[in-house]
């Protein structure tokens, strides 16, 4: 590195070193104790007219000692915190049934409220969802009664409608032509129930776009399970009974690339859904 950047990696690891000492209440001399040197070579590193880094296993067994980044200490990173404590913060194993009323999807869709959320649903998107689609659907679920998800559906549709919403939904084309064909959960429903499913879900689409924008995507092209982006903070993976959450920006953007590429190779546009949903309610009634 040139003499301007060693000079303020010198100058980042001094302030920060000073910062996380004065934090956790940890004087030079007990840190230097601990981490085996002597204490003039840490006051030393400590002094403002030092121009020298530590050598590395000092570095490193102050990174370790203090529990941060070296990273950090070296002003390579804003995240002060050690690769194995975000690894332990940045995963969490939340157990939960597949409903919209699930408490902590609850949780994340209202602090996430204001931001843009990305969705790709197990089946069709909750908020559009009639009385008939939602009692065929978790009619075999006994925590949750069809009142529940009727009034949870209405509190999605009213949050959709809120200032400052922005909601983005991806689902495979085969998804939706399954439902409309009364395939496999959706056997049970008539061929009435179907297409006033497909009626509503046109109308609300029209209705909340652009806030609410739909893309249908080919599943012979393109693979995703279900999961949603909570803004910039946090996303959640739907496993079946489970939610793989992830809370770390990287993973956010990672994801959020997926969704983008969902997008990129839509075959139905959002402006196109409700056309393309009309065509198919000929289709199956014909």
């Known amino acids: 590195m040139d003499s301007k950047e060693r000079l303020f990696r010198v100058d980042s690891f001094r302030q920060r070193l000073i910062t996380v000492m004065s934090q956790k209440g940890i004087k030079s001399a007990g840190l230097a104790k601990a981490i085996g040197v002597d204490r003039s070579t840490l006051s030393q590193l400590l002094a403002h007219d030092n121009d020298r880094l530590p050598r ?54 209202k602090a996430a409220l204001g931001t ?10 909750d908020l559009v969802k009639t009385q008939a689609v939602l009692a065929c659907e978790y009619r075999d679920f006994e925590q949750v009664s069809l009142e529940q998800m009727i009034e949870t559906t209405k509190e999605r549709y009213q949050e959709a409608l809120q200032p400052g919403c922005d909601l983005e939904i991806c689902l495979s084309v085969q998804r939706m032509v399954s439902f409309a064909r009364g395939e496999g959960l959706w056997s049970q429903l008539s061929l ?48 079946g009974h489970m ?44």
């Open 243 to 286: 939610y793989f959450v992830f809370n770390t920006r990287d993973h956010v953007i990672t994801l959020t690339g997926h969704f983008d590429g969902l997008i990129r190779a839509a075959e139905v546009q959002a402006h196109q859904l409700k056309d393309w949903i009309d065509q198919l309610i000929i289709e199956i009634r014909h």
């Open 56 to 109: 590395v296993d000092t570095l490193m067994a102050i990174a370790s000692k203090l529990q941060i980044s070296v990273d950090w200490l070296l002003g390579l990173t804003s995240e002060s915190r050690s690769g194995a404590e975000i690894l332990s913060q940045s995963l969490q194993l939340t157990p939960s049934l597949p409903l919209p009323s699930d408490a902590s999807l609850r949780a994340w869709y």
């Open 192 to 239: 009435t129930d179907r297409c006033q499913q497909l009626e509503h879900f046109a109308q609300v689409s029209d209705e909340l776009y652009p806030k609410m924008r739909v893309y249908l995507f080919n599943e012979s092209r393109n693979y995703a399970s279900p999961y949603t982006i909570f803004g910039a903070k946090r996303c959640a993976v739907y496993m």
């Open 116 to 125: 843009k959320i990305r969705y790709v649903p197990a089946n069709l998107p």
